[in-house]
């Protein structure tokens, strides 16, 4: 027998088999190692990533913190730089409340004795030191004045009062405080309110007068010869109101074109020799300004050197809408004046009937009588107030202080006490407190104090007072308060 062996192809050897079956594990595990090499790298890389962007947000991070951190510290800075502000507003102020009060004490004084000294018989240079003496206390204290209306200006504590008032009145009255000063230089002073101008407005009379006042007092002041005019006209319409327009005019010395700019700025003159010659604190016409801007208008100014000065400024007001419009035709050469003498150009006849009556008077208390009590601690203060109401024909009492003051009136009724503020043991505001819970309404209480400002007022209306006056006290305003008070007291009390 033949044996036959037939040999299968090589794909069908166990040993090829084996071969492909270790090429295929290789074949697997070459891939395995690919992929977890290739998963190694992405993890590597991935970490790479995250930790270049922790990085990054740590970096943004740290920006925030410290942008937060300088933010903080710029609102602190801020918060200490407003309060350290509100610091230095307080003590200016508090500073110029004290300087005012310090200068207007003995201001009182000087002022109230030659007041005095003016009611005795005199020979002419005697009365010439006298009105020397009267003339700088004045000046000086229209200095202390202006400094304190800058201060609340400037601090925003000025706050108009609107109310209704009678237009051509407010300019008469400003009229009248200069003319025997214009009679005295041969100076004309004449008014103008042209058609259209309502009689009565809502605006601050107060203010409005301080303007006028100021404006028409350097007008005169600067004016040699000639004439001082003041013209007032109706303006544009708007929503807030009309426009009024005021404008006055001198033939004075003028004001150079290059230094009209100064005029506005505070404690400016546009000569120092101006200073020297005339005086004044360089504030009026700021304070002007302020005050104009305040009350929603603007002011302006044309001069020339030599030929005078025309002030220009304007208003925001109302009329009273149970007035009206009216037309009001007041042309004013002769603006009748509140004792009926008349701006004449006969300057020996005004000056002859503006002699003035003494105003001292015993009569006065007989025509106005009151039982009154005077609370002053300052020794000077007390010899003229108390020789005031003595010449006016009072026989008053003198407290040292408020506990003297209870003291009294535990004694004694009385119609009226004249307060002091700042006085040793207890104080005017808190004696008058104490009163006005003893004692209801009655007595009438008047402050007489130096404290001038806007806040000082409100307090003493505030603890229960009924009337206030501010140092110096001018014997003609302590005598119209006097027959105010009178009047108020033989009122019926309101429950």
Not at 122 to 136: G, K, L, N, P, V
Not at 187 to 199: K, L, N, S, T, W
Not at 431 to 455: E, F, H, K, S, V
Request: some cysteine; hydrophobic content about 40%; glycine content about 6%.
């Amino acid at each position: 027998t033949i044996k036959i062996i037939i040999i299968p192809p090589y794909w069908q050897t166990w040993w090829f088999r084996i071969l492909c079956g270790l090429a295929f594990i290789g074949l697997y595990y070459s891939f395995y190692l690919y992929r977890v090499n290739f998963i190694r790298k992405q993890r590597i890389e991935l970490k790479k990533q995250v930790k270049i962007r922790t990085e990054e947000l740590l970096f943004v991070n740290a920006q925030l913190t410290d942008q937060k951190t300088q933010e903080q510290n710029a609102r602190l800075i801020a918060e200490k730089a407003m309060d350290e502000a509100h610091k230095a507003s307080l003590a200016k102020t508090t500073f110029l409340a004290t300087m005012s009060h310090e200068i207007r004490t003995p201001m009182n004084g000087v002022l109230g004795m030659a007041a005095l000294l003016a009611e005795t018989e005199q020979d002419s240079e005697q009365r010439e030191y006298t009105d020397a003496i009267i003339t700088s206390g004045e000046s000086l204290l229209m200095v202390i004045n202006d400094i304190l209306d800058f201060s609340k200006i400037e601090s925003g504590k000025l706050e108009l009062d609107y109310q209704a008032f009678n237009l051509s009145k407010c300019v008469q009255d400003v009229l009248a405080l200069f003319a025997f000063k214009a009679a005295e230089t041969l100076i004309d002073i004449d008014f103008h309110i042209a058609d259209g101008v309502p009689p009565t407005i809502i605006a601050d009379s107060l203010r409005l007068r301080q303007v006028l006042t100021n404006l028409v007092g350097n007008a005169i002041k600067f004016t040699h010869k000639g004439s001082v005019r003041i013209m007032v006209t109706a303006g544009n319409t708007t929503s807030a109101g009309f426009e009024l327009h005021f404008e006055i005019t001198d033939t004075g010395i003028g004001i150079p074109a290059s230094q009209i700019g100064q005029l506005f700025q505070p404690f400016k003159q546009v000569d120092s020799s101006i200073t020297r010659q005339y005086g004044g604190s360089g504030l009026g016409l700021v304070i002007c300004e302020r005050l104009v801007t305040l009350m929603g208008g603007n002011i302006a100014v044309k001069s020339q050197p030599g030929a005078g000065s025309t002030f220009t400024f304007c208003i925001t007001c109302n009329q009273p809408q149970q007035h009206p419009a009216t037309v009001l035709t007041k042309s004013g050469s002769q603006p009748q004046m509140p004792d009926g003498l008349t701006l004449a150009a006969d300057k020996e006849a005004l000056l002859k009937a503006g002699i003035k009556k003494s105003l001292l008077s015993d009569q006065f208390a007989t025509q106005h009588p009151l039982n009154i009590l005077v609370a002053e601690d300052n020794l000077m203060n007390q010899r003229l107030i108390l020789r005031v109401l003595d010449k006016l024909g009072y026989h008053p009492a003198l407290a040292n202080d408020g506990e003297e003051v209870l003291i009294m009136m535990s004694q004694k009724p009385y119609d009226l006490i004249l307060m002091d503020i700042q006085m040793p043991k207890m104080d005017g505001l808190e004696t008058t407190r104490i009163i006005r819970q003893l004692y209801g309404a009655r007595p009438l209480i008047a402050a007489m104090t130096a404290n001038a400002l806007n806040d000082d007022k409100e307090n003493c209306m505030n603890a229960g007072m009924d009337e206030y006056l501010s140092k110096p006290i001018s014997i003609e305003i302590l005598t119209h308060k006097l027959a105010a008070l009178f009047n108020a007291l033989n009122e019926p009390v309101l429950k």
